[in-house]
């Protein structure tokens, strides 16, 4: 059966020190919760990972939201997929919309950071998503199935067992401006579809699908209630504790 998750996605925030005051905060509440039924899971920036790691009881897991296409050697300023496992992290989110307009990564680079994650025994968070205009000329799904194919569909069916899907439509990122139940719901469920047709129903029925973009302790709720979103991935809202630990709430709820 597929997991529930909620994942933090910090992106470039909190100086170390803060990192681990919040990553202290989020686990006591998360504890609190006792919601054993969802997996918590903080992204943090490089430098935080080790000490969060420390700081959080096993249940809740560490993220890195990047790591380097090569193995090791001279690439000044990158991190590697075994310095992120050797930190205790498990999981690193890869192809996020960010880093693909921003930093130009390419479905190419994905493959490369896919295969160097798996290598390294971490479970991949894999972002998906169209920009407004893509969506505005109904090129989404169009879009979305693209990146899949060409990110992670050269995957064995073992290997895609370590992945998590993340659809975060681009135009819903940081902007407040939420997908609807409706449309996340029909986007996961094309996901499905498509993951179906490539891996067979079993490994479709047991890939989580995560939602992301201004998922928030007030939508939560009824973005969860969803049959295809098995969670979130949360950026603004993760760097608040009590914030974070409502949609774990509303996450454990359904
Ligand atoms: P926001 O929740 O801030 O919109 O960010 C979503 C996101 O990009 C998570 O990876």
Known sequence: MRKKIVAGNWKMNKTLQEGIELAKEVNAKVKALNAQNVQVIVGTPFIHLAEVAKVVDPVIAVSAQNCA????????????????ASTGSRYVILGHSERRSYYGETDAILVKKVARALENKLDVIFCVGEVLEERETEKHFEVVKSQLVNGIFNLSNEEFAHVIIAYEPVW??????????????????????????????????NTSILYGGSCNAKNADELFTN?????????GASLKAEDFSLIVAARSKH
Do not use: C, N, W
Not at 69 to 79: D, P, Y
Not at 230 to 235: A, T, V
């Open 69 to 84: 296409t090569e193995v090791s050697g001279a690439f000044t300023g990158e991190v590697s997929a075994a310095m992120v």
């Open 172 to 205: 819903a990122i940081g902007t407040g401006k939420t997908a609807t139940s409706a449309q996340a719901q029909e986007m996961h469920a094309f996901i499905r579809k498509t993951v179906a047709e490539k891996y067979g129903k079993e490994t479709a029925e």
């Open 227 to 235: 049959p295809d979103v098995d969670g979130g991935l949360i950026g």
